[in-house]
């Protein structure tokens, strides 16, 4: 039988985990949870004794996610993770040192199957969803890894823009955003967290009702269905003017304006007309857009426009009153975008 993962287990949960698994009191409970946050595997957890230790570790396990190897950029402070998990699956996940502190690039499932067209990530479909102590163990290493080489560091932000599609993963991803924002926890702010989505719109409607105010962002890339269609499955499934309406849908319930990414891709989406087409989409929506030139996927054929034609994009979205901006590339000499590191790894990308 699968061991238990003490880093799925909700405060309630772990309790009665101490209770009835262990036999132990409450407050032993109180004693695991400060481990967990911190990283630690049973075997650190040194104020429990060598017996329980050794009973816990054949039932459960405290750190399903472990740091394989790191990669740091030689062109800035971005380092880049492969993470073993325990049935041998290989995932990564990469940090960023932004200003307003320290960003965490997360996974949500082992692969994806959403089938986009420029994303490596996607190459060999799905091979399984993560548990809510997957998702949470990524932080929990990396905020551990980060601290030990400078206490004032911390996982200060989140983003859901690792390998999978997160509302693919809809109830562990949910369970993730509670557990991680609990103050027994990690206590990072909701607001803190942006769950980034290719666009399943009833999941949409959902997260807009879960009292959960994450900042949603949405991979547009198009801005049309024919366009969208050429690149993205899921377009097919929900066309754009039900993504927009589940977007306003969103703003509505939460407060929070939609970020929309756009990955410009020369001659699909990068032409005038298409920012022309985009403000008009997204005209009276409390919204920003993100463009970011591809990164370019040995296996596809698609590739970045030249830098004026971002800027010329850019601008134009600006005259239309758009609020734009162009992601800043971090950690280029590392395989930044999500997928490919890992593909080297298992040997998908030649
Ligand atoms: N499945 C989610 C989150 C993971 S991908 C989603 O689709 O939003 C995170 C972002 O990276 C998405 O916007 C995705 O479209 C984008 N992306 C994937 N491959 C890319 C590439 N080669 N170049 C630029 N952006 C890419």
Known sequence: MARIQLLSLSQDELLSFVKEDLGESAFRAKQIAEWLARGASIDEMTNLSAKLRASMNEIAVADPVRIMEVF?????????????????????GVIMRYHHGDTLCVSTQVG??????FCASTLDGRVRDLT?????????????????????RRVHNIVLMGSGEPLDNYDNVIKFLRLVNAPEGLNISLRNI?????????????LAREGLPVTLSVSLHAPNDAIRRQ??????????DQLIAACRDYVENTGRRVVFEYA???????SLECADELAGLLRGLQCHVNLIPLNDVKERSLHAPDRRAVDAFLKRLGQRSVSA??????????????????RKV???AK
């Open 132 to 152: 809510p102590g997957e998702i949470l163990g990524q932080v929990v290493c990396v905020n551990r890894y980060i601290r030990e080489k400078d206490a004032s």
């Open 194 to 206: 942006s769950l980034s989505t290719c666009g399943l719109v009833p999941r949409m409607h959902a």
């Open 112 to 117: 994806c199957r959403m089938g986009c067209a």
């Open 264 to 270: 410009l891709i020369k001659g699909v989406n990068d």
């Open 346 to 348: 298992i040997g998908g």
């Open 325 to 342: 901006t162009v992601r800043r590339e971090m950690g280029a000499d590392i395989d930044g975008a999500c997928g490919q590191l890992r």
């Open 72 to 92: 740091p950029s030689k062109i800035d402070e971005t380092e880049k993770f492969l993470y073993a998990l325990e049935d041998g699956n290989i995932i990564e």
């Open 231 to 240: 690149i993205m499955p899921v377009a097919n499934a929900y066309p754009i």
